[in-house]
């Protein structure tokens, strides 16, 4: 397993940016970010691997961004155009297994950060 940690979360306003940040201990072959928010099941937002492949969830494409500093193993979330549907806490998560076709199934990953809570108001 690899150790993460978030950071970044906070609060804005209803069409503010804000950027999450997710430190591995090592680096890994696929990495990504869920959410969850109140009353709500845990949903996928954006992958990526380390051969650059990403994806997105429908509502988050073209407002959020997944990067990686590979040399330093940080992961990022992008989040620009932000809603209050975007309320939620981010959760990175990561595995070196295989998970193309499943990069948004909770059960791919097998570590996963403590979460960062983002709140936008509108």
């Known amino acids: 397993q690899v150790q993460l940690m978030e950071s970044g979360g906070g609060s804005v306003q209803a069409g503010g940016s804000l950027r999450l940040s997710c430190a591995a201990s090592?680096?890994?072959?696929?990495m990504a970010w869920f959410r969850q928010g109140q009353g709500k099941e845990r949903e996928g937002v954006a992958a990526?691997?380390?051969?650059?492949?990403?994806t997105y969830e429908p509502s988050v494409k073209g407002r959020f961004t997944i990067s990686k500093d590979n040399a330093n193993n940080i992961l990022y979330l992008q989040m620009n155009s932000l809603t209050p549907e975007d309320t939620a806490i981010y959760y990175c998560?990561?595995?070196?297994?295989?998970?193309?076709?499943?990069?948004?199934?909770?059960?791919?990953?097998?570590?996963w950060g403590q979460g960062t809570r983002v709140t936008v108001s509108s």
């Open positions: 990526r691997t380390n051969s650059d492949m990403t």
């Open positions: 090592k680096d890994v072959h696929c």
């Open positions: 998560a990561a595995t070196g297994r295989y998970c193309l076709g499943a990069m948004f199934r909770p059960d791919t990953f097998d570590s």
